[in-house]
């Protein structure tokens, strides 16, 4: 079993001067669900700077629910620009706030289940809501989350999904929020998709380097 103290540990010692994720910054300005849930889905696929600038300025345009549903998809497009699948991600903000309009009261649900059931909501931007948005305990897994986890040798998965599944069965509930904030910040710039930085790395002692390459 991985010694999760000393691992959370060394990464929030490493990570404390790092920039937070955009989602995490968005969540410092002011956590309502209504935030934490669109700039999670304008975040998919996009660079932080993108989906920080983009998200402020939707913000700003719309505040609330009943804003965003009197702005016209052209417009929510050209407010997200240049996030990536800026298209189609205004088409799922249009039809998400509708439906939490008409079937919600006007409120983001706390149930993963029924934030599933809205249009471009997977299971990522379901936890990461509920995370940041709630404070309720899930594991929110990104690629940088599921990419460490198994370098680490902490699991053995081939997709986000079975990440989170298998986290759930060795970390203890207090590290589930936390996780994906550390090892976003970590992933970010020190165990990074190419190359990972193996030789500044503050857990080494806790890693077996699976199927890692080219490392600097
Ligand atoms: S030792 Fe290398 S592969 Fe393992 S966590 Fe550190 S940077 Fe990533």
Known sequence: MPDWVDIFRLLKRYIKDNVLPSVSQIAEDNAEPYRVLFSTIISLRTRDEVTLAASRRLFKAAPDLNTLITIDETRIAELIYPAAFYHNKST?????????????????????????????VGRKTANLT??????????CVDTHVHRISNRAGWITTRNPDETELALEQILPPKY?????????????????PQSPWCSKCVITEHCIRAGVGRKR
């Open 92 to 120: 799922s903000i249009k039809k998400c706030a509708a439906i939490l309009l008409n079937d919600y009261e006007g409120r983001i649900p706390s149930d993963r289940d029924e934030l599933l059931k809205l249009p471009g």
């Open 130 to 139: 509920l995370n940041l948005g709630f404070g309720i305990n899930a594991i």
């Open 176 to 192: 589930w929020i936390p996780l994906n904030e550390v090892l976003v910040s970590y992933g970010q710039s020190v165990c990074t």
